[in-house]
């Protein structure tokens, strides 16, 4: 038509770049594939770190994990005395963070977040508690929230929630790098 | 499985790729030593090693192993045999040397 161009789909003005509605059967086997995948690490985690609390006490592996909320006065940052420390700007700024800061206090007042704390425990955060047990914050909160791909319906393996669309559902694989992220869960309803 | 008295480690393998995601991913994945993809590191069990892991969890393997294999170690693993061994060798005396290599 126009010299050296075929005219093909694209050129008379069709998408070049058709990506299909709905996913194949392969496509949907190697999801769950990599939904299984993620929940095997998940539990290799888990399993690991409760193997190293059975095995190493926690009073001996809290030096690995954050730094307490609370210090007594006796011990010392490094080889200095709180006396010495208090003779200059950084050492009461380091004297200042030892005390224990109200978790309501932290985010400028606005209270933990959505999450961090431990449900039917009054005012507790859940990264704290983890520390103390030995496990993490993040691992807790996934096991929670998060099903397993046994759990999970085939409807949120496939599709995930789109306000825009007919459904409010548009396939998982037209999300940008839908294969190296997490996408479980959609709002309820939905 | 009985529960080793000596610290545990992740055998971590680096399978997909961080390009396109955020840098933080990609930072994680330059704090475990994965530079790579199909590089494996090891790394003892520890909560701070736990939640790296966590985060860059759809791109890794992780196995639970109780010896951590240097890179020298893992590499003379994947040497197949040479399928040969040395008679002797030239300008060395017969009794002289170390001696035969004999490999099966």
Known sequence: ?190 | MSLPTATNYFRITLLRSAIGLPKRTSGVLAALGLHKRLRTVYHPVSQTVAGQVFAVKELVDVQEVVQALSAREMRQLRQPESGFYVERRAGVRAGEGEGEEVEV
């Open chain 1, 1 to 190: 038509m126009f010299g050296a161009f075929r005219p093909s789909g694209p050129l008379s003005g069709g998408l070049l770049w058709k990506i299909p509605w709905r996913m194949s059967n392969p496509q949907k086997l190697r999801q769950r594939r990599r939904l299984r995948r993620v929940d095997n690490i998940v539990s290799v985690l888990d399993t690991a770190l409760k193997r190293q609390v059975a095995t190493h006490p926690i009073s001996t592996t809290t030096a690995t994990s954050s730094p307490p909320p609370t210090q007594s006065e006796s011990e010392t940052h490094g080889a200095a005395t709180p006396a010495e420390l208090s003779t200059t700007a950084e050492g009461q700024r380091l004297l200042s963070t030892t005390t224990h800061v109200e978790h309501a206090s932290r985010r400028q007042g606005r209270g933990p977040k959505q999450g961090d704390l431990v449900p039917g425990q009054p005012r507790k955060l859940l990264s704290e508690q983890a520390g103390q047990l030995g496990t993490i914050k993040l691992l807790e909160r996934w096991k929670a929230e998060m099903p397993t791909e046994q759990e999970m319906h085939p409807r949120d393996k496939y599709t995930m929630f789109d306000r825009k669309a007919k459904g409010y559902r548009k396939g998982v694989h037209k999300l940008p790098k839908w294969t190296r992220v997490s996408q479980r869960l959609n709002p309820p309803g939905f």
